[in-house]
């Protein structure tokens, strides 16, 4: 994920830094970091939990339910 995309997932779902954080589980400072790209000059990467939190607040799910997961050998 982008820090463009990351900024776009915020903006879309009318969310501030603040509340952004709070959702993650993050700091707003660390949002901050993912939205610039970079960290006293070094890269920073969105670690691939926080996109996928991201997916997940995105279609709606807030918290997880293990039991809405079907395992393979159910699956047909």
Not at 32 to 56: F, S
């Amino acid at each position: 994920m982008t820090p463009e995309a990351f900024k776009s997932w915020r903006k879309a779902l009318g969310l501030k830094q603040k509340d952004a954080a709070d959702k993650l589980g993050l700091k707003k400072r660390v949002i901050q970091y993912y939205e610039k790209g970079h960290r006293d000059g070094k890269a920073v990467e969105i670690p691939k939990n926080v996109e996928l939190a991201c997916l997940a607040l995105a279609l709606g799910y807030e918290e997880y339910d293990a039991s809405l997961v079907k395992k393979s050998d159910e699956a047909s």
